[in-house]
């Protein structure tokens, strides 16, 4: 009997990024059989695991968001974690799956999940709390692991060149798509009329000041037609930046899908991105799609969204004016969407997943 942990402490805070892979890995083993494995969520009381008793989770959250601002935050959850950690093992944990960068220590095997290297290659758009805990400890930890799992090849490519990974102890496993993401169903109308739409955390490596300027740069006719609408939690990023669009903050999960419909088009202009999960998300909900060309949106993407170069205002304005204005190319790139995002589940990922613990446990 092969048995796993998995970190699941993210699911105590904001359901952004790391924490969103982690409920969709978790659902995914729920949908899969195999008698000769057991797994188990640690660090996470089950009210955030299972998003239930509201008040619970978000009390947990607000208790997680002050001892963030503690001196050496990170050392005492480590040294925490390593005491559970070494409890599970005694008890016959066979294997311990580290969801997000840096594991503490384990006495068996560790699987390694490394979202991206933005700490390590992009230090100066990062929390400087982050980099000086992230920065020297994934090159080592990376190494160190019995199997790094990433989002994407490009992500995997970087482990191996960046880090100096063995390719042959690293796997690129897509993140899933719910069910939910689909081009029916309600749509969401944050503002009166139609809107141009970006989710994802309102951070500095998003390339939001960009989108801010590309929209000021379309024809009066289209901004008069439609409102720019940024969703999701404040992360390093001045508002103030971001005059001229309608803020949303936070959404639940729960409501992103109506939300997504209800875009004219979605843009995701990143300077850096690990994989892109609401790129994917707006495919699969058959939405009109502009990314920057940062790799790993391409690979996500596949040819069924517009690119533009990273930073290039003129090129983005001219990618967002195509997705909101040409009709046919409309057409088609909301055909296109829900082919290629039917392509991703997160069965399938928690299989991939299933044959790395198998791997690394031996």
Not at 161 to 170: A, D, I, S
Not at 179 to 190: K, L, N, S
């Amino acid at each position: 009997m092969l048995s796993v942990g998995i970190n699941a402490a993210p699911l105590a805070t904001l359901r952004t990024g790391v924490a969103r892979y982690i409920a969709g890995l978790l659902s995914g083993l729920e949908q899969v059989d195999e008698p000769d494995l057991r797994w188990r969520a640690l660090f996470a009381p089950a009210a955030s695991v299972r998003q239930r008793h509201r008040l619970a989770t978000q009390l947990i959250r607000a208790a997680r968001s002050v001892a963030r601002r503690l001196p050496a935050s990170y050392l005492l959850a480590q040294t925490l974690r390593a005491a559970a950690l070494a409890r599970e093992r005694h008890r016959g944990l066979s294997l311990y799956h580290e969801t997000n960068n840096v594991a503490p220590p384990f006495g068996g095997p560790v699987v390694l999940t490394i979202h991206d290297l933005s700490t390590v290659l992009h230090a100066d758009l990062q929390d400087r709390v982050r980099v000086r805990h992230f920065a020297p400890a994934i090159p080592r930890q990376a190494r160190g692991a019995a199997r790094v799992v990433t989002p994407s090849e490009a992500i995997a490519r970087e482990v191996v060149e960046v880090l100096g990974v063995p390719r042959e102890r690293v796997r690129a496993i897509p993140h899933g798509v719910d069910p939910a993401f689909r081009p029916d169903g309600p749509r969401a109308r944050p503002v009166p009329g139609r809107y141009l739409l970006y989710l994802g955390a309102l951070g500095p490596r998003k390339g939001l000041e960009s989108l801010v300027e590309a929209f000021a740069a379309l024809p009066e006719p289209i901004r008069r037609a439609h409102d720019l609408v940024l969703a999701g939690p404040h992360d390093g990023i001045d508002p103030a930046r971001l005059r001229g669009a309608t803020l949303l903050g936070y959404v639940p999960d729960a409501d992103l899908p109506a939300l997504l419909r209800g875009a004219a088009a979605f843009c995701y202009p990143s300077r850096y991105e690990g994989f892109g999960l609401p790129v994917l998300e707006a495919l699969a909900c058959g939405v009109p799609t502009v990314a920057s060309d940062d790799p790993a949106l391409v690979e996500v993407a596949a040819g069924r969204a517009l690119h533009a170069a990273r930073g290039d205002v003129p090129a983005l304005a001219a990618a967002l004016q195509r997705a909101l204005d040409d009709q046919p190319l409309r057409a088609e790139l909301s055909r296109q969407g829900p082919e290629r995002a039917s392509q991703f589940s997160w069965a399938r990922s928690a299989r991939a997943h299933l044959e790395v613990y198998r791997e690394a446990a031996g």
